[in-house]
């Protein structure tokens, strides 16, 4: 796969990235640093544990990584969560679809990451 198809199947955006990292080898560089980042674990075992707050740092992360990366599916899915969560002291019931959003665009990236030309 194609840098800027790779971009169309998750949602993203191809210029974005290639003003913020001025040429595809940067952007690719960058890209393959994902899935090494622990966001989503660390949201993943917030939620499994109830921990608010660390979901909250958690998921607040990965929409800013999502944001940097032109990851726009993955970033908007991020930021409602983040919102929903945002000065929270118990998780709200309401966090549990959007955190299944949030895991389907991270799964979306991860799996088109692997088919995207090195």
Do not use: W
């Not at 974005?16 to 640093?33: H, P, S, T």
């Not at 726009?72 to 930021?79: D, K």
């Not at 983040?82 to 002291?89: I, K, N, P, V, Y």
């Amino acid at each position: 796969m194609k840098l800027d198809e790779f971009f169309r199947c998750v949602g993203g955006d191809y210029g974005e990235a290639k003003a913020r990292f001025q040429n595809d080898e940067r952007i690719v560089r960058f890209l393959n640093m994902f899935p090494g980042d622990d966001s989503m674990q660390n949201l993943r075992n917030a939620m499994n544990a109830g921990d608010t707050p660390t979901a909250f740092r958690a998921v607040h992360t990965l929409k800013g990584v999502a944001l940097n990366l032109g990851l726009g599916s993955l970033a908007h899915a991020s930021s409602q969560m983040t919102e929903a969560l945002r000065g929270q002291d118990s998780m709200p019931e309401s966090v549990q679809p959007l955190y299944e959003a949030v895991q389907k665009e991270h799964t979306a990236v991860c799996s088109a990451l692997e088919q995207l030309e090195k």
